[in-house]
């Protein structure tokens, strides 16, 4: 019997850790897009999403409306009934949602407006989850239904995934002796624990028919009722705006021929589609794992690839720095000889200017020579000293250095290298070549032309597809349709291929006569292939024709029967 017990737990507790499980992997999916923690009295937008109510506010107080007051938190009401006695007369509970009355008495209601009044001021609330601007309407916040439905997930969530840890007090008990909380009322707004539920709701009373619920910090109004008119409750749906109506919004002339469905209808309907979607995925769970499995080696592709990549590159910069390097020190090398070079001129002349001074060597050999009587010694030897003299008087009328050192004609201009660096980045594959209709001809074999947009990448080569159209009328000649197009009545066959064509235009042979062919093409690089042209149609000849070729002209002769037709490609 105790193994049977122990078996009994343990399948329990395997259980609820399982629900557990499962509850935390849904954990994502109550986030707040806004706040990315878990959403609190969240309101329904126009676009279907939910989002806190008080991130709601402060988006709009960012972005320049008028901050409106915001309700309480959910676990600390306003009304406590511990300061209220069941022998007492208490309240009625109220008839709407305080979140709907507090936005009310903020936006206002929607009175009619005199025709000097101002235009209101009409509300966009940028949607995180869509990543547009979503129009909430006059009266702002006042439209947003709140999502009751997440709301109770959400709390269910709480429930489950603190298996009990999280207690709720009932609000009744005087402490210290205040009890767990086993019940909640969803019209008294309170929860209870038996003994007090039982007190403040006695067999035989209108209280008696309250709705009990299990206990919560966040009391939600029993049925959703129409923003504008406050008692209508929303019976009907409208496929067309996509919203909940009320018996008076649905008779508006702004949802006149729209498709407007019973709540009901559009619940079973919602219900399900949802049931059949959710069904047709559970039953292909081995495709989703294998996809996510895909995904993960996808994951793990890419970072091995962005490694390799990035080794690539650091090889790459490094070959750039060696061969700046070695330019470097070549361009060094030439400033260097031509700095020794202009050193040792300017240095000479400096020894020659040097030696012009009083007490230098030439003016004293000079001073020593003319002290020389003997006429024939003494024109032997003042022969070369004229000359140096001559030539330094030359030189001090004309002085220059013999050596320019600004070495101006060694500036560098890196600009160009410097832009070319600048725009280093990853090669792009080719953008979609386009084709050139005017030099795109149809005989018995088709010419196909075509260039590259001017902001594409080089391609290394291209790859022409072409395939034959079978039934349909014929289609026009150089007709452009874009890509996947087919014709009304016409089917394809399988592509062909030419590869590695190296030109911009290809010669396609071995065609049907009279038919109809379509043709694409597409670039290729290092980066890979790029994306598809335009699909051009061309209509093949019904009788073979005849080309030569002169050897003085690039323009193809066809002859055709007794025709001559010149052809410019």
Same mark, same amino acid.
């Given at each position: 019997?105790?193994?049977?017990?122990?078996?009994?737990? !343990?399948?329990?507790?395997?259980?609820?850790?399982?629900?557990?499980?499962?509850?935390?992997?849904?954990?994502?999916?109550?986030?707040?897009?806004?706040?990315?923690?878990?959403?609190?009295?969240?309101?329904?937008?126009?676009?279907?999403?939910?989002?806190?109510?008080?991130?709601?506010?402060?988006?709009?107080?960012?972005?320049?409306?008028?901050?409106?007051?915001?309700?309480?938190?959910?676990?600390?009401?306003?009304?406590?009934?511990?300061?209220?006695?069941?022998?007492?007369?208490?309240?009625?509970?109220?008839?709407?949602?305080?979140?709907?009355?507090?936005?009310?008495?903020?936006?206002?209601?929607?009175?009619?407006?005199?025709?000097?009044? *101002?235009?209101?001021?009409?509300?966009?609330?940028?949607?995180?989850?869509?990543?547009?601007?979503?129009?909430?309407?006059?009266?702002?916040?006042?439209?947003?239904?709140?999502?009751?439905?997440?709301?109770?997930?959400?709390?269910?969530?709480?429930?489950?995934?603190?298996?009990?840890?999280?207690?709720?007090?009932?609000?009744?008990?005087?402490?210290?002796?205040?009890?767990?909380?086993?019940?909640?009322?969803?019209? %008294?707004?309170?929860?209870?624990?038996?003994?007090?539920?039982?007190?403040?709701?006695?067999?035989?009373?209108?209280?008696?028919?309250?709705?009990?619920?299990?206990?919560?910090?966040?009391?939600?109004?029993?049925?959703?009722?129409?923003?504008?008119?406050?008692?209508?409750?929303?019976?009907?749906? %409208?496929?067309? %705006?996509?919203?909940?109506?009320?018996?008076?919004?649905?008779?508006?002339?702004?949802?006149?021929?729209?498709?407007?469905?019973?709540?009901?209808?559009?619940?079973? !309907?919602?219900?399900?589609?949802? !049931?059949?979607?959710?069904?047709?995925?559970?039953?292909?769970?081995?495709?989703? $794992?294998?996809?996510?499995? $895909?995904?993960?080696?996808?994951?793990?592709?890419?970072?091995?690839?962005?490694?390799?990549?990035?080794? $690539?590159?650091?090889?790459?910069?490094?070959?750039?720095?060696?061969?700046?390097?070695?330019?470097?020190?070549?361009?060094?090398?030439?400033?260097?000889?031509?700095?020794?070079?202009?050193?040792?001129?300017?240095?000479?002349?400096?020894?020659?200017?040097?030696?012009?001074?009083?007490?230098?060597?030439?003016? *004293?050999?000079?001073?020593?020579?003319?002290?020389?009587?003997?006429?024939?010694?003494?024109?032997?030897?003042?022969?070369?000293?004229?000359?140096?003299?001559?030539?330094?008087?030359?030189?001090?009328?004309?002085?220059?250095?013999?050596?320019?050192?600004?070495?101006?004609?060694? $500036?560098?201009?890196?600009?160009?290298?410097?832009?070319?660096?600048?725009?280093?980045?990853?090669?792009?594959?080719?953008?979609?070549?386009?084709?050139?209709?005017?030099?795109?001809?149809?005989?018995?074999?088709?010419?196909?032309?075509?260039?590259?947009?001017?902001?594409?990448?080089?391609?290394?080569?291209?790859?022409?597809?072409?395939?034959?159209?079978?039934?349909?009328?014929?289609?026009?000649?150089?007709?452009?349709?874009?890509?996947?197009?087919?014709?009304?009545?016409? !089917?394809?066959?399988?592509?062909?291929?030419?590869?590695?064509?190296?030109?911009?235009?290809?010669?396609?042979?071995?065609?049907?006569?009279?038919?109809?062919?379509?043709?694409?093409?597409?670039?290729?690089?290092?980066?890979?292939?790029?994306?598809?042209?335009?699909?051009?149609?061309?209509?093949?000849?019904?009788?073979?024709?005849?080309?030569?070729?002169?050897?003085?002209?690039?323009?193809?002769?066809?002859?055709?029967?007794?025709?001559?037709?010149?052809?410019?490609?």
């Amino acid at each position: 019997m105790a193994d049977a017990e122990l078996q009994t737990f !343990t399948s329990i507790m395997d259980a609820l850790v399982r629900i557990s499980s499962n509850m935390k992997s849904m954990e994502r999916e109550l986030h707040c897009p806004v706040c990315e923690e878990m959403v609190k009295q969240p309101i329904v937008l126009p676009c279907s999403h939910s989002v806190c109510v008080l991130c709601a506010a402060e988006v709009l107080v960012q972005r320049g409306y008028p901050p409106p007051e915001l309700p309480p938190e959910p676990n600390t009401p306003t009304s406590s009934p511990l300061t209220r006695s069941p022998r007492q007369n208490r309240r009625p509970p109220p008839k709407t949602d305080r979140l709907d009355r507090v936005i009310r008495t903020v936006c206002g209601t929607h009175p009619g407006r005199r025709r000097k009044d *101002t235009p209101p001021i009409l509300m966009l609330f940028p949607c995180p989850t869509c990543r547009r601007d979503v129009e909430l309407g006059e009266r702002g916040l006042a439209d947003c239904l709140r999502n009751l439905t997440l709301e109770r997930i959400v709390e269910r969530y709480r429930h489950t995934v603190s298996l009990g840890t999280m207690a709720i007090m009932c609000q009744f008990c005087k402490p210290p002796q205040t009890l767990e909380a086993t019940k909640g009322c969803a019209d %008294c707004r309170s929860n209870f624990c038996n003994e007090c539920f039982k007190l403040y709701h006695p067999w035989g009373t209108p209280r008696a028919q309250h709705e009990h619920i299990l206990p919560t910090h966040s009391f939600r109004p029993k049925v959703l009722v129409c923003v504008e008119h406050e008692q209508e409750r929303l019976q009907f749906y %409208c496929r067309s %705006c996509q919203r909940l109506l009320c018996s008076l919004c649905k008779l508006r002339r702004a949802h006149s021929g729209h498709k407007i469905m019973p709540i009901a209808l559009a619940y079973q !309907t919602l219900k399900d589609k949802i !049931t059949k979607e959710m069904n047709y995925i559970l039953a292909n769970q081995d495709s989703v $794992q294998a996809q996510i499995t $895909q995904v993960e080696s996808g994951i793990a592709q890419t970072e091995v690839n962005s490694a390799v990549v990035k080794e $690539q590159l650091s090889q790459c910069v490094n070959e750039l720095r060696a061969v700046l390097a070695e330019r470097q020190g070549a361009l060094a090398m030439c400033l260097e000889g031509s700095r020794a070079q202009r050193a040792a001129a300017l240095n000479a002349q400096l020894s020659e200017k040097q030696s012009l001074l009083e007490n230098a060597g030439l003016l *004293t050999y000079t001073q020593e020579l003319l002290k020389e009587s003997d006429q024939s010694c003494f024109v032997q030897a003042a022969r070369v000293t004229h000359n140096r003299l001559v030539k330094a008087i030359e030189n001090l009328q004309h002085f220059s250095l013999s050596a320019d050192p600004s070495f101006r004609h060694f $500036q560098m201009d890196v600009s160009r290298e410097l832009k070319a660096l600048s725009s280093m980045d990853f090669i792009q594959a080719p953008l979609a070549p386009v084709i050139d209709t005017q030099k795109t001809l149809a005989y018995d074999q088709l010419y196909l032309c075509w260039r590259l947009p001017q902001d594409s990448a080089p391609a290394w080569h291209y790859s022409v597809e072409f395939q034959r159209k079978v039934g349909g009328a014929g289609a026009v000649w150089g007709r452009v349709w874009s890509e996947g197009s087919s014709g009304s009545n016409g !089917t394809h066959c399988s592509w062909q291929r030419l590869d590695d064509v190296g030109g911009t235009s290809a010669v396609i042979d071995k065609l049907e006569m009279d038919s109809v062919y379509v043709l694409r093409v597409r670039g290729c690089n290092k980066a890979g292939f790029g994306e598809y042209s335009e699909e051009v149609y061309l209509h093949t000849t019904p009788a073979p024709v005849f080309i030569t070729f002169k050897a003085y002209s690039i323009c193809p002769i066809i002859h055709s029967y007794n025709l001559l037709i010149f052809a410019d490609l």
